[in-house]
C-alpha cells in the first residue's frame, strides 16, 4: 500500500473514532466543548501535575480524575492516597464538565485569593467521602493586559528564570536546553548571560561533532543566534555556521529537512520532509544572516519560499504536502510566524512578511479549540509556539489577543510546577519542564527581548535582504488578511473560534450536529471568515446540503478568499490529499459555475490559489469541456509551483473517463507524471496512471502509451548525485515497480533500464529494484525467462556483492542470496546447530517485577531491567543450573500475537511462558564447526529482549513489534566470538505487552549462518 493510501486511511480512521468520542462526550458533558483536548468518558487519559499543588492525577474512563501520587515538600504532600478519586474542587463538581478547565480555573482562582483548594475527595473503594485543603502561595490575579503589567506574571517569570538557570535542578540540552536558554534570555535579565554562554562553551569544539539532528540543531541554532545578538560574543560564531553549512549540505527538495541525517525518504510523509523541525532551520538561517555567518542564498530563499506559501492556505503540514485542514497546527503555524518576523527585518520591502505573520499568528491564536493536540509529540509543538506566535497581535488584533490569553489562563496555571518549571498541561506525551520552558516564553514574548519576537536591532546585527515577492500573484496576498469578508457581519454577529469549528467540523473531525440543522446564513457568514479552514468547511457544506446555487454565486464574489472557498466547497477540498470523494457531479455542475471557472483560468491577474481550485474544480466539468479548454489548463502543467502542476493534471484526468478525449489529454498526462519531481503530486499522478491502466490492457493503444511513459520514466528521470539521489532514485524505481505490476512482459527491458543506472543508484536502490524484477520474473512470459535470469544473476547480484564489499553494506546480503538461489536454490541462510531450532529444548522462567518497579499495563514501551528474584543472578551463564525451570519447546507464549490484518496468530504457541511479566529462557545447541562468513539471529518476540551467548550479551532490542515474523538481526565480530565448537548456551531476556489489559507474548530465537561459497557461487569463490 502506498504512502498515500496509508496516510488516507489513518485519516478516516482518525475521523471515526473522533466521531465515536464525540457521541460519547455528547452523553457525558453538560457544556458544549470548547476544547479538543477535553477527555473522552471511554478513554485513559494523561492529566500528570495539578499545577503547583505538587498533586499528580489521572484520567480513568468515565472522566474519573484518580490520584497517582504527591511529590515529597509541596502542599499536596502525604494529603493523598494512590486511587482515590477527585470529584470535585471548591465547591466546583467535576462531573459532565471538563476537569483539566475546571481544576486549572480553581488553581487560578485560589493564587488570586486565599491559596485555598479544598478538594471532594471519594476512596478507591467509592464507600467514603471527604475534602482535602491545599494551601498554594497567594500570587494575586493576572491583570487585564497579563503577562504585561501583570505582578503575577512577573513573579512567575522570576521563578521560572531561577528554576532553569540552576545547573542542579534543570541541565537538559537538545530542544528543551535550547528552549531554556531562549526563555533566559528573554527576561532580559543580563544575570542569566553566563548560564547561556556555559551551555554553548559545553558543545564540541569541533563543530562536526554537533551532528545532524534537525530538530536540536534548529532549536539551538535559534537560541545560539539571539545570543550573540543580545552579547556578541563571537565564541559561539562556529557554532551557528555549522548550523547554516549543515542546512546547505542536507536539504532535500531545495526546500526542507528530514528528521535528521542525510538523504530523504520521499515515501515518508508526502516527501520524507519534517517541517516541524526543519521550520527552525529556516529561522537560524535567517538570523544567522544578521549576525553575519555566511548563509547559502539558494537554500534560504528556497526553504523560506516554501513556508511563506502556507499562510493563509490552510496550516502547515508536517511535509511536503498541501496545508493541512486542522484548526491546529501543533506550533507549525506559530513557528513559520516567528520566521516570518525575522524575514520582515529585511533592508528591502518588508508587506508580505508581516502580513504573512500577522496572518499566522492570527492562525495560532484561532486555534485554542485544539491546542496541544498534535501528531508524533502529542502537541508539544503547539505548546511550546503559541504563546510566542499569538504574541504577535498584541500590536495589531490586542482585543483578540487578550480575549484569548484569558481564556487560557487555566492552562498556564495548571502547566506550572512547585519548583518554579513549568511543564505542559494535557500534553499526553511532553508534559515535562523542558518542553515546558517554552511555554514559559508566553509570560515574556509581549517584552520584545529577542529577535524573534519584535526585540530592537542590535547593535552587532548586520544589514540583510529578501526578495519583494516570493510566491503568487499581487491577488494572493488577500489570502494574508486577517479580517472577516465584507458581508460576514451581514449575516450575524463574530463568534469565537471554538463556534464555527464545531459546527462545521474540519479534515480531522465531524461536525458535532447534523450540517442541516444549521441556518443557511450561519454556512454564508463562515465562507465569509478570516480562518482558511473555516471558510472551506463552510462551503464543503453549502455543497453537502445541496445549496448549489450559493456556491455559484460565490464564484462570482470579488474576494479571492470567498471564490476559492467556494471552488472548495465544489471539490469537496481535502487539503493534504486535494479532492475529496465528495466533489460535486458532474450533472450539477452548471453553466454558470463552468463559465465563473473559465474567467478565473483566463484572467492573467488572478490569484494562484484561485487558479488552484479552479483547476481541481474543472475535474468535475463534462470532459468535452474539460478538452475545450485546454488551452487554459495547458500552462499550469509545467508551472513552478507543484499545487499548480497538481491541480492541472486533476483538470486533464476529468477527461481521461472517457474515450473520445481520453487521446487528447492522456500524452500531456504521461508527460507530467514522467517529468514532475516533488513525491506528492508524483505519487497521486502515477497511481491515476496505473489505475487507468489497470482499465486498458498493455495491448491497447492507450496501454502501451502508459507502459512507454513507465518505462521511460524509469530511464529519464534526472537522479542527482549527493544527498539529493533519493529523490530521483525513488522516482525512478516507482516507475519501474509499477510498470511490472501491470504488465511484468516488460521486466527484461526494465532490468536492462536500470541495469544502465547502476551508477546513480545506491546499493539498497538495486537490491529494491532486483526484488521486485524477481517477482515479476515469475510472472512474466518464458521465453524472456532465461535471458532475465542470466541478467538478474549475472550483473545484479554481482554489482550488489562489489557494493557489500566496498562499502561494507551487509544489508544486501538477502538480497543476493535470493538471487543466488536462481542457480543455486540450496544456498542461503541455515540454522545454526543441532538439534534443528524446531527441536530445542527451552528452560524457561516467568517472573514480575518487584513492587516499585511495576508498569502499569497501559503503557506500550515495556522493556525494561528490572530487579531479579533472588537466586538468579547469572541466569544467563553457561554453568547456571536451570535444571527445575519448567522446560518446553519455542515458541513460548501466552495470549495471541496475531499481526494487525490476520485474527489467527502467525505462530502458534508450544509452551507457557506463565504468569510474569518476564521471562528468562536457555537452551543449547551442538557445534561441529565454524565454518560460516556470516552470522545473524532471528528472533520472535512481541517487545524487547536481551540476547546472550555463552553468558555475553550479543544483541538488544528495546521496543515492540506489532507484526507477529521473526526479525533478522545481522551479527559483528564482537557477538561472534562467543560462538565456539561443542556446546553453545543460547539466553534470552523478554518481557510482556498487554493488549487492552490482557497479556500478549511470544519467544523464539536461533542463529543462522551463510558462506561465502554460498553467496558467491563456488567458481567465483574459487577464483578469489
Not at 503555524?333 to 527585518?345: I, K, L, N, R
Not at 491577488?475 to 458581508?487: C, W
Not at 502501451?704 to 525513488?730: H, N
Amino acid at each position: 500500500m502506498s504512502t498515500f493510501n496509508m496516510l488516507l486511511r489513518r485519516v478516516v480512521c482518525g475521523v471515526l473514532c473522533a466521531a465515536c468520542a464525540a457521541g460519547a462526550a455528547d452523553e457525558y458533558y453538560a457544556e458544549p466543548p470548547m476544547f479538543h483536548s477535553r477527555p473522552s468518558p471511554k478513554e485513559e487519559k494523561h492529566f500528570g501535575d495539578v499545577g503547583v499543588t505538587g498533586l499528580r492525577v489521572r484520567i480513568y474512563p468515565g472522566v474519573t480524575v484518580t490520584v497517582e501520587e504527591t511529590v515529597p515538600g509541596t502542599p499536596a504532600a502525604g494529603k493523598f492516597a494512590k486511587g482515590e478519586v477527585i470529584t470535585g474542587v471548591n465547591g466546583a463538581a467535576l462531573k459532565g464538565k471538563n476537569p483539566y478547565v475546571v481544576l486549572g480555573s480553581a488553581l487560578t482562582q485560589a493564587e488570586a485569593t486565599d491559596g485555598k483548594l479544598v478538594f471532594d475527595v471519594r476512596s478507591a473503594d467509592g464507600r467514603e467521602a471527604k475534602q482535602v485543603t491545599v494551601v498554594i502561595p497567594v500570587l494575586g490575579a493576572y491583570s487585564p493586559t497579563w503577562p504585561l503589567n501583570c505582578k503575577k506574571s512577573k513573579r512567575i517569570v522570576a521563578e521560572a528564570a531561577a528554576f532553569y538557570a540552576d545547573p542542579k535542578q534543570f541541565k537538559e540540552g537538545g530542544i528543551p536546553g535550547a528552549l531554556a536558554c531562549l526563555f533566559l534570555l528573554s527576561t532580559g535579565d543580563d544575570q542569566y548571560l553566563p548560564r547561556v554562554k556555559a551551555y554553548f562553551d559545553a558543545f564540541p569544539k569541533d563543530v562536526r561533532a554537533i551532528g545532524d539532528n534537525t530538530w536540536d540543531n534548529g532549536y539551538n541554532g535559534i537560541a545560539c543566534a539571539e545570543y550573540y545578538l543580545r552579547t556578541g560574543d563571537e565564541s559561539v560564531l562556529p557554532i551557528l555556521q555549522y548550523y547554516c553549512d549543515d542546512a546547505k549540505e542536507r536539504q532535500c527538495y531545495g526546500v526542507g529537512w528530514g528528521h535528521w541525517g542525510r538523504g530523504v525518504n520521499p515515501g515518508y510523509v508526502a516527501g520524507g520532509l519534517m517541517n516541524p523541525a526543519g521550520a527552525q532551520v529556516v529561522t537560524t538561517l535567517l538570523l544567522a544572516q544578521e549576525c553575519g555567518v555566511k548563509v547559502d542564498q539558494p537554500t534560504l530563499l528556497g526553504a523560506l519560499r516554501q513556508w511563506y506559501r502556507f499562510a493563509g492556505h490552510g496550516t502547515v503540514p508536517y511535509g511536503d504536502h498541501r496545508g493541512e485542514g486542522g484548526l491546529g497546527s501543533n506550533g507549525k503555524d506559530g513557528m513559520a510566524a516567528a520566521m516570518m518576523q525575522v524575514a520582515s527585518y529585511t533592508q528591502g520591502d518588508p508587506t508580505i512578511y508581516k502580513l504573512a505573520r500577522d496572518y499566522l499568528s492570527m492562525s495560532t491564536l484561532d486555534s485554542y479549540p485544539t491546542m496541544v493536540l498534535g501528531h508524533g509529540d502529542e502537541g508539544r509543538g503547539d505548546g511550546i509556539w503559541r504563546g510566542m506566535a499569538s504574541a504577535y497581535m498584541l500590536d495589531v488584533k490586542p482585543r483578540e489577543y487578550h480575549q484569548t490569553m484569558q481564556r487560557l489562563q487555566w492552562w498556564f496555571d495548571l502547566s506550572r510546577r512547585p519548583s518554579g518549571g513549568l511543564g505542559m498541561a494535557t500534553c499526553q506525551r511532553f508534559d515535562d519542564v523542558g518542553s515546558g520552558a517554552g511555554l514559559a516564553l508566553a509570560y515574556t514574548a509581549p517584552l520584545k527581548t529577542l529577535r524573534i519576537t519584535g526585540a530592537p536591532r542590535s547593535k552587532h546585527a548586520k544589514n540583510f535582504s529578501l526578495p519583494k515577492r516570493l510566491w503568487g500573484a499581487a491577488a494572493d496576498l488577500a489570502f494574508l488578511s486577517i479580517e472577516h469578508g465584507r458581508l460576514y457581519r451581514k449575516y450575524g454577529p463574530e463568534e469565537p473560534a471554538h463556534i464555527p469549528f464545531y459546527q462545521l467540523g474540519s479534515a480531522y473531525h465531524p461536525p458535532a450536529d447534523g450540517l442541516e440543522q444549521l441556518p443557511r446564513r450561519q454556512l454564508l457568514k463562515n465562507v465569509y471568515h478570516r480562518n482558511y479552514m473555516i471558510r472551506a468547511q463552510a462551503a464543503k457544506a453549502l455543497r453537502r446540503v445541496g445549496a448549489f446555487d450559493e456556491l455559484e454565486k460565490l464564484l462570482q464574489d470579488k474576494d479571492p478568499r470567498v471564490r476559492r472557498a467556494a471552488l472548495d466547497g465544489l471539490t469537496d477540498y481535502n487539503y493534504w490529499f486535494a479532492m475529496g470523494n465528495d466533489a460535486i457531479r458532474t450533472e450539477n455542475f452548471s453553466p454558470a459555475m463552468q463559465a465563473a471557472i473559465r474567467k478565473m483560468l483566463s484572467d492573467p491577474e488572478e490569484a494562484w490559489y484561485v487558479v488552484d481550485g479552479a483547476l481541481m474544480a474543472m475535474n468535475r466539468a463534462p470532459a468535452q469541456e474539460i478538452v475545450a479548454s485546454l488551452p487554459l489548463i495547458r500552462p499550469w502543467t509545467a508551472h513552478e509551483e507543484w499545487w499548480l502542476r497538481q491541480s492541472s493534471f486533476l483538470a486533464l484526468s476529468g477527461a481521461a473517463g472517457q474515450a473520445e478525449t481520453l487521446p487528447q489529454v492522456l500524452p500531456i498526462l504521461l508527460n507530467m507524471m514522467v517529468t514532475e519531481d516533488r513525491a506528492q503530486p508524483r505519487e497521486g499522478m502515477e497511481a491515476f496512471l496505473t489505475g487507468l491502466l489497470r482499465q486498458h490492457s498493455p495491448q491497447t493503444p492507450a496501454g502501451k502509451q502508459m507502459v512507454t511513459a513507465l518505462l521511460r520514466a524509469a530511464q529519464e528521470v534526472e537522479i542527482r548525485p549527493g544527498v539529493r539521489s533519493c529523490e530521483g532514485a525513488y522516482y525512478v524505481l516507482s516507475a519501474a515497480t509499477s510498470c511490472l505490476r501491470q504488465d511484468p512482459a516488460q521486466a527484461l527491458d526494465v532490468a536492462r533500464i536500470l541495469r544502465q543506472r547502476f551508477a546513480q543508484l545506491e546499493g539498497s536502490h538495486i537490491a529494491s529494484a532486483a526484488t521486485s524484477l524477481l517477482e515479476a520474473r515469475k510472472k512474466g512470459p518464458a521465453e524472456q525467462r532465461e535471458a532475465l535470469t542470466d541478467l538478474l544473476y549475472g550483473d545484479y547480484r554481482q554489482e550488489l556483492v562489489r557494493r557489500m564489499e566496498a562499502q561494507d553494506d551487509k544489508g544486501l546480503l538477502d538480497t543476493i542470496v535470493s538471487l543466488t538461489q536462481l542457480r543455486n536454490p540450496d544456498a542461503g541462510w541455515r540454522p545454526l546447530g543441532t538439534p534443528a531450532p524446531s527441536e530445542r529444548i527451552w528452560r524457561f522462567r516467568s517472573f514480575d517485577p518487584p513492587a516499585g518497579e511495576v508498569l502499569h499495563p497501559r503503557e506500550k514501551k515495556r522493556f525494561r531491567d528490572v530487579t531479579l528474584p533472588a537466586g538468579l543472578e547469572g541466569w544467563q551463564r553457561p554453568e547456571f543450573d536451570a535444571s527445575a525451570w519448567p522446560s518446553g519447546k519455542a515458541p513460548i507464549g501466552k495470549g495471541v500475537f496475531k499481526t494487525r490484518r490476520d485474527k489467527v496468530p502467525a505462530f502458534e504457541n508450544r509452551s507457557d511462558w506463565g504468569d510474569g511479566e518476564f521471562l528468562l529462557a536457555r537452551t543449547t545447541f551442538e557445534l561441529d564447526a565454524l565454518d560460516y562468513d556470516f552470522y545473524r539471529i532471528r528472533a520472535l518476540a512481541k517487545q524487547g529482549y536481551h540476547i546472550y551467548l555463552n553468558g555475553e550479551n550479543i544483541h538488544t532490542y528495546i521496543w515492540w513489534q506489532d507484526e507477529a515474523f521473526y526479525q533478522t538481526s545481522l551479527l559483528g565480530p564482537d557477538a561472534t566470538k562467543h560462538l565456539k565448537k561443542g556446546t553453545n548456551v543460547l539466553a534470552v531476556y523478554a518481557n510482556t505487552e498487554y493488549i487492552e489489559g490482557v497479556p500478549v507474548a511470544q519467544l523464539d530465537v536461533y542463529l543462522e549462518g551463510l558462506t561465502r561459497a554460498d553467496l558467491l557461487g563456488k567458481k567465483q569463490t574459487d577464483a578469489n
